[in-house]
């Protein structure tokens, strides 16, 4: 299976891809062939640059897509050489880059609110070194939209500057999410939401989901791929949808809005719990181990360490926050979906509904109130996502919305 068999819907960008991939290989393989000198810059007319930036709207497989490319650059297959794609899929190149293991492979993701100045200079460090073993030195980072201005400011020079077999991979949702610096320095590459069919297939014949399942799961999440397999193997998942997609009938009074809007915060700090509890000992065991805990002494640790012990504990907090910041933002989205199948049951609009389970609840809706009244609704979740972005305290946006939705 080739590395682009995974890229749901992005036929056009695989394309490019494959002949940027075919270009990175024909300069290495050019530079081997002088003597195993520095690869050339590449001529105007080459597929290939150093600096890539990959956006497309939440579900569209940004983060998949820049590790197909990355595998396909370190691609050894013999097959290359006989006018082949890179990007086999199957030789150690594209497997170990696949799997995460590749040691010229950096792939950065962060549970955190932001990126740091301290990570990308480490990031940059490395940036600056040659391929251990592999044919490009590839840093993927998938939340270039979390950098702080500082660290994207560090990360800019390596981005004008990059080392003769460095390339940058950058995703983020869009390109006002990056600096203006970095990406006019970067090839840009818009993915699209993928087809809900073409979702549905992939959990079909990647995951063995069963088809009708997957369907549902792919319409619903309206060809969001990770939401859908989710959706589809994580029985807490379709839990905490039903319950979100309830409230539109919970709010007709002052105290059904409050409640609602309770229990909607409190579900997002369950989601930020678990998470806590699933790898927050594990984390802290590992550090205190690496520390010299001493066996026998109750744990203590030596003297000096207490530092890093707090510094973990403060990254456990932020990744909490953030845990608990997506799962509200998770439901909001599912509320969106939830109107927009009412207003389209008001318009009589032939579009798929995204909500069929749900359909006498989006009828009742529908034939309750105007579509002037759905679309002040839908601007007041909108409005609650903003004020959540701006670190408004959760519960008091979330009341907020639900008011509006009742009075909306």
């Known amino acids: 299976m080739a590395v682009w068999d995974d890229l749901v819907g992005q036929d056009r960008v695989a394309a490019q891809l494959s002949a940027a991939a075919r270009d990175a290989d024909a300069l290495v393989t050019a530079a081997s062939e002088a003597g195993g000198g520095p690869v050339g810059e590449p001529v105007a007319s080459s597929k290939m640059t150093h600096a890539w930036l990959f956006t497309g709207p939440p579900g569209s497989g940004r983060a998949t897509v820049a590790r197909a490319f990355a595998a396909a ?10 006018g082949g794609i890179p990007g086999c899929g199957f030789c150690d190149g594209c497997h170990t880059a696949l ?3 590749h040691a010229d492979v950096e792939v950065v993701r962060t549970d955190m609110l932001t990126i740091g100045v301290k990570e990308t200079r480490e990031l940059v460090r490395r940036a600056q070194l040659s391929p251990a073993g592999g044919r490009w030195q590839v840093i993927v ?31 983020a949702p869009s390109l006002e999410d990056v600096l203006p610096t970095i ?13 809900v069919d073409a979702v549905a297939d992939i959990l079909v014949r990647r995951d063995g989901i069963d088809p009708e399942v997957a369907a549902s799961a792919a319409r619903a999440t309206q060809g969001h791929i990770g939401r859908a397999r989710r959706l589809a193997t994580d029985e807490r998942a379709r839990a905490r949808r039903a319950a979100v997609l309830k409230l539109p009938l919970r709010v007709d009074d002052v105290g059904g809005c409050l409640k609602a809007a309770q229990e909607l915060v409190d579900a997002a700090a369950e989601d930020a719990k678990q998470v806590a509890e699933e790898v927050d000992a594990k984390e802290t065991e590992e550090l205190r181990a690496a520390l010299g805990a001493a066996a026998g002494t109750g744990g203590r640790l030596p003297r000096g360490t207490a530092g890093a012990m707090k510094d973990l504990q403060d990254r456990q907090k932020r990744r909490a926050t953030r845990t608990q910041r997506d799962s509200l933002d998770l439901a909001l989205t599912d509320l969106t979906a939830f109107y927009r199948d009412v207003l389209a049951l008001q318009l009589g609009s032939q ?3 995204a909500n069929t389970d749900v359909r006498d609840a989006l009828e009742r809706l529908a034939s309750g109130s105007k579509p002037e009244r759905t679309l002040r609704r839908i601007e007041a979740i909108t409005a609650c996502r903003q004020a959540l972005d701006r670190n408004v305290a959760p519960l008091l946006a979330v009341e907020a919305m639900t008011m509006a939705l009742r009075a909306g």
């Not at 650059?73 to 006989?82: E, F, G, I, K």
């Open 183 to 195: 990406r006019s320095r970067c090839r840009l590459l818009t993915l699209r939401t993928p087809p």
């Open 141 to 171: 980072m998938e939340d270039a939209d979390r950098l702080t201005e500082g660290a994207g400011n560090v990360l800019l020079k390596a981005v004008e500057e990059p080392a003769p077999r460095t390339v940058w991979l950058l995703c």
């Open 73 to 82: 650059l370190q691609c050894v297959s013999p097959d290359r050489a006989l």
């Open 351 to 353: 579009v798929a509904l």
């Open 99 to 101: 799997v995460g293991t």
